[in-house]
């Protein structure tokens, strides 16, 4: 059973416009949210998080939307720029956890076209 | 700081041999995780370890994998042995413990390619 679900494997946009990447998880424990970015023969890194207690939290052109009783959270870019191309990966960590241990998502890799 | 140190970038085997991949967490960092990504299955969490010990090692496929950490600044992933189907990106990934201390850090990978 996936926790973390990505159901959007790919998403192209164009430059200047908003890109919307979307992430359902399961297991209600999880109360911790992360977005990573990949690009081809890197490691994923970090990008944005919220906490279960917010409902949004913004960092320059990225914006993440959390739903709780959705279970659903939303990264915006806006503007897009063909620098953001890459895979974007949603994970969670769940409640009274002291680790980075997180349930990945599959990615949804994201094209935007100059 | 270095960041998260994997070697080899890249290797190529035949089947029947065994792997061995390495990994130098960053530097204070008390947690360690092993990764498998593929096309078909995504990243998957294989196995992480709290301060050298192996905490859940649930998502290691089979016997024929292993890992250990002999110090806080080294572990291994060992597969013996290797099989065609276990071509991936293997990536380590380590972060600090701590409230609020969710974010890994993501080593560059090793592309293992077994013929």
């Known amino acids: 059973d996936q926790q973390v679900k990505q159901n959007s494997p790919s998403l192209s946009v164009q430059e200047g416009r908003i890109s919307i990447l979307n992430c359902d998880y399961t297991?209600?424990?999880?109360?911790?949210f992360l977005w990573y970015k990949k690009y081809p023969a890197e490691g994923p890194t970090f990008l944005i998080s919220?906490?279960?207690?917010?409902d949004k939290n913004e960092d320059g052109r990225f914006t993440v939307f959390l739903n709780k009783s959705a279970k659903h959270l939303s990264l915006h870019i806006v503007p897009s720029q063909p620098g953001d191309s890459a895979v974007y990966f949603c994970a969670a960590s769940p409640l009274n956890t002291n680790a980075g241990k997180s349930t990945f998502g599959d990615g949804t890799t994201l094209t935007v076209k100059p | 700081d270095a960041g998260v140190i994997q070697s080899p970038r890249h290797e190529v085997t035949e089947m029947g041999q065994e792997v061995t991949l390495r990994c130098k967490p960053i530097s204070g960092h008390d947690y360690l995780f092993w990764y498998r990504q593929t096309m078909m299955r995504g990243l998957e969490l294989l196995i992480y370890?709290?301060?050298?010990?192996?905490?859940?090692d649930s998502g290691m496929p089979e016997d024929r994998f292993s890992a250990k950490m002999p110090n806080a600044s080294f572990s291994t992933l060992k597969i013996q042995p290797s099989e065609p189907r276990d071509s991936a990106v293997y990536f380590c990934?380590?972060?600090?413990?701590?409230?609020?201390?969710?974010?890994?850090?993501f080593g560059p990978g090793t592309r293992l390619t077994v013929l």
């Open positions: 990934a380590s972060s600090r413990s701590g409230a609020g201390e969710h974010e890994q850090f």
């Open positions: 370890f709290n301060n050298n010990v192996p905490i859940d």
């Open positions: 919220i906490s279960s207690i917010k």
């Open positions: 297991n209600s424990m999880f109360d911790y």
